[in-house]
């Protein structure tokens, strides 16, 4: 192989393929009858391999909503200070701004064929609540609140459940879908509107 050749397109990471490998098996035997060592086989790795990239196989599901959303904290961050819940709803369109369009969730719009049905269900909740509480924390820290109080609770829930499903409804609109920031902001504004 020539140095040129080489240079070509960058490598996969491991995380990758194995998101890749786990993907053609959910589709082609089902969700439930899927193993880990099955997607490790098919991506050429070792069991201990996917266990350092994932804890489950749940985690492959939204492998790329999980790397958009891990800049949510430092978008939090960023934002200049005024209304706590318009402060989230600036945050959560950065983060679906940076998002890369391509890479819709396969979960979101092949979930049936998967047969994924309470699986999705629970992985899906499971990111919720995490991130329900990162931005809980941030609104209780702005208001001058303790994170358990309802006010930063009920703001969080909702602005996330605004983007939750506007990022549903981008997955789901198929190829004309645009940008998933154009979806998530209009939702997430509405909310905040209205929360004051």
Known sequence: MTESSRAGRPRRSSADILADAASELFLENGYAKTTVDQIAQRAG????????????????LWVDLDRSLEALPGCLRAVPR???AREVAEALTAVARAHDDSRVPWALTQGETMRLGDDLVASGAARFVAHQAVIGTFVAERLGLR???PQPRLVAATLLAAAGA???AWARAGIGRGELASHVAPAVDAVALGLG
């Open 82 to 84: 005024g209304v706590p």
């Open 45 to 60: 790795v070792s069991r201990a391999t996917f266990f350092n990239y994932f804890g489950g196989k749940a985690d492959l």
């Open 147 to 149: 994170p358990d109080d």
């Open 166 to 168: 506007a990022t549903v």
